[in-house]
């Protein structure tokens, strides 16, 4: 089955560049990943500081090993410290 992933970043002021970065170089490899479906990286249009990803995976195993791949760690390593909330990444499954 599937998995639906919901990220959010909210950056700290004057992080919002730096998130963005981060955020927007990882998805490129991410994309292609084998077990990655889709991704996409946004940003509000009413907060230039909060972020979201979206990705679908083809299952909980892909996204488990994107996890634990060098651009995804590096990019948690650079982000982590400059949101103003824990990390905030929901796994989910459509019902409608």
């Given at each position: 089955m599937e998995l639906?992933?919901?990220?959010?970043?909210h950056a700290k002021p004057g992080h919002e560049g730096t998130v963005s970065k981060a955020l927007t170089e990882?998805?490129?490899p991410t994309r292609g990943e084998?077990?990655?479906?889709?991704g996409?990286?946004?940003?509000?249009i009413r907060d230039p500081g909060?972020?979201?990803?979206?990705?679908?995976w083809k299952d909980e195993s892909a996204f488990e090993l994107?996890?634990?791949l060098p651009h995804t760690v590096r990019m948690l390593g650079i982000v982590e410290p400059l949101i103003d909330h824990p990390l905030d990444v929901s796994r989910t499954e459509p019902i409608g």
């Open positions: 639906y992933i919901f990220a959010r970043f990882c998805i490129v084998p077990g990655c479906v889709r996409q990286v946004y940003r509000s909060l972020f979201f990803v979206h990705s679908v994107h996890a634990t």
